[in-house]
């Protein structure tokens, strides 16, 4: 099972990137998907998360208004739309999936992948 994130760079104060997520070797249109991030010399903090069906999504308050995480289970991929870059916005962010959308929300997500570096200069 593979979480290939993809979409991070560079980008100024103010901008914006759109991360995605492709999942293979298992299908997760039954799970709640998310992003997770981790900033330099900091612990993992949630970031956002999406259920099975798209009907609820749940943001960190740090995101929240600015972030949209958006799925498309056909493609077996989550999407991140991330606006209004801020400099404390920096670090690796990661895809997550479980079962529990809370759970996920928690950090206690089963299945993650490997990271794009999202920076944002001031």
């Known amino acids: 099972v593979q979480l290939q994130a993809s979409g991070g760079g560079l980008v100024q104060a103010g901008g914006s990137l759109r991360l995605s997520c492709a999942a293979s070797?298992?299908?997760?249109?039954?799970?709640?998907m998310g992003w997770v991030r981790q900033a330099p010399g900091k612990e993992r903090e949630f970031v956002a998360a999406?259920?099975?069906?798209?009907?609820?999504?749940y943001y960190a308050d740090s995101v929240k208004g600015r972030f949209t995480i958006s799925r498309d289970n056909a493609k077996n991929t989550v999407y991140l739309q991330m606006n209004s870059l801020k400099p404390e916005d920096t670090a690796v962010y990661y895809c997550?999936?479980?079962?529990?959308?809370?759970?996920?929300?928690?950090?206690?997500?089963?299945?993650w992948g490997q990271g794009t570096q999202v920076t944002v200069s001031s």
């Open positions: 070797g298992r299908t997760f249109s039954s799970d709640a």
């Open positions: 999406i259920n099975w069906s798209s009907t609820y999504t």
């Open positions: 997550a999936a479980d079962s529990g959308l809370l759970k996920l929300a928690r950090l206690e997500y089963e299945y």
